[in-house]
């Protein structure tokens, strides 16, 4: 019964459309990652996410690209919907530079407040936004390192099997498996 209190303003954020669902669904995920890091990390990692996904946005809507709001799900990240698909690989390559790109400024710019506030929890919160879009940038899809690496030439992918497999042979993960699983049909 205590989950339902979480749950009802969900269903009612749903009435907002595609501004409910990434409210609702970014609301979901604060409540998972609360109870594992605590409110302060957890909102701080989610606003790192939300800067992300924009710069995925801001990027295909720089291509004329039908675009939907940001969609988390806990421990997988969060996504925007491309309605349209680019038809080119500069502009996949384009759009899938965005995120990392402006998630990196704004994961260094929580680096620098936590120099200056001396807070510990927005020191965590910048390197888990650093090493989250550097890992983003592995050449291999569904990542947007993959995205960016067609651009060149998907065999780049080939580089970045390797890395995730090592990756997860150093620390076996959940995610680590289920993009090992995606990979296969590249």
């Known amino acids: 019964m205590k989950a339902f209190r979480y749950i009802l303003p ?8 595609k501004l409910g669902i990434t409210l609702g669904t970014m609301l979901l995920s604060f409540v998972v990652y609360t109870q594992i890091w605590g409110w302060r990390f957890a909102a701080g990692f989610l606003i790192l996410l939300l800067i992300h996904e924009l710069g995925h946005f801001v990027a295909a809507k720089e291509r004329g690209l039908d675009v939907g709001a940001p969609t988390f799900i806990p421990f997988m990240g969060a996504w925007i919907q491309l309605k349209d698909q680019p038809m080119d690989v500069e502009t996949e390559a384009h759009v899938a530079l965005g995120g990392p790109l402006l998630g990196t400024i704004a994961a260094f710019a929580a680096y ?4 200056i506030t ?15 879009n550097l890992f983003n940038l592995i ?20 580089l970045g099997a ?5 990756l997860f042979l150093w620390r076996p993960s959940p995610i680590l498996a289920i993009l090992l699983i995606l990979t296969v049909p590249q």
């Open 162 to 166: 390797p890395i995730l497999v090592a």
């Open 10 to 17: 969900l269903f009612l954020l749903l009435k907002w459309g």
């Open 118 to 132: 001396d807070e510990r929890w927005i020191l965590a919160v910048a390197y888990s936004g650093l090493f989250l």
């Open 112 to 115: 620098l407040l936590a120099d």
């Open 139 to 158: 050449p291999i899809s569904p990542l947007d390192g993959g995205r960016i690496a067609s651009i060149l030439t998907p065999r780049i992918w080939f």
